[in-house]
T-cell receptor, first 111, second 114 residues
Framework: GENVEQHPSTLSVQEGDSAVIKCTYS??????FPWYKQELGKRPQLIID?????GEKKDQRIAVTLNKTAKHFSLHITETQPEDSAVYFC??????????FGPGTRLSVLP | KAGVTQTPRYLIKTRGQQVTLSCSPI?????VSWYQQTPGQGLQFLFE???????NKGNFPGRFSGRQFSNSRSEMNVSTLELGDSALYLC?????????????FGPGTRLLVL
């Protein structure tokens, strides 16, 4: 089955700096890769996703890149703000089934 | 459109009891997945239902079961509760059509087993 690894497990950055979180997956059939942000005590919220026919996608300060050959995808947050502090989860899925999540990255943005 | 809802939000049970959790998906979504979230294990997949049928199942014992109704609402049942079952139980719904895989989470049910 699919296995998703995520690094780093914790990340601290200064406000205004960039943050990068990387994930790898094992199943070449996976074709949909969402990223979720979970603030303390709240549900995971989808923040960006990418499908296998796209190499990069941007939404304001957030971008995701996908390398299908290497089976890895990354989340990039630029100009980080204190409200970006949360746990971020990556996931891999095949056609909307079998969502497998990474273990999460705790991002702290220091003022 | 209303989001995914889960009831109850909080629950306290004792060992050996059973519990039933409920999830109402976003209108039109036919797939409902259940996850267990704990600090140590992260998000672990329990099972997924689509059109009243269990389509996928994670590595959890048979004490964990579920079902889905014709209106796509889903219930999850845990029998003979153990202390280790204390967790946040999240459900997520999606259209499950080919180009609409986006999965949306409910607020979760926080279960404490004493």
């Amino acid at each position: 089955g699919e296995n998703v690894e995520q690094h780093p497990s914790t990340l601290s950055v200064q406000e205004g700096d960039s943050a990068v979180i990387k994930c790898t997956y094992s199943d070449s059939a996976s074709n949909y890769f969402p990223w979720y942000k979970q603030e303390l005590g709240k549900r995971p919220q989808l923040i960006i996703d990418i499908r296998s026919n796209v190499g990069e996608k941007k939404d304001q300060r957030i971008a995701v890149t996908l390398n299908k050959t290497a089976k890895h995808f990354s989340l990039h947050i630029t100009e980080t703000q204190p409200e970006d502090s949360a746990v971020y989860f990556c996931a891999a899925s095949s056609d909307g089934q079998n969502f497998v999540f990474g273990p999460g990255t705790r991002l702290s943005v220091l003022p | 459109k209303a989001g995914v809802t889960q009831t109850p939000r909080y629950l306290i049970k004792t060992r050996g009891q059973q519990v039933t959790l409920s999830c109402s998906p976003i209108s039109g979504h036919r797939s409902v997945s259940w996850y267990q979230q704990t600090p140590g294990q992260g998000l672990q997949f329990l099972f997924e239902y689509f059109s009243e049928t269990q389509r996928n199942k994670g590595n959890f014992p048979g004490r964990f079961s579920g079902r889905q109704f014709s209106n796509s609402r889903s219930e999850m049942n845990v029998s003979t509760l153990e202390l280790g079952d204390s967790a946040l139980y999240l459900c997520a719904s999606s259209w499950s059509g080919r180009d609409k895989e986006t999965q949306y989470f409910g607020p979760g049910t926080r279960l404490l087993v004493l």
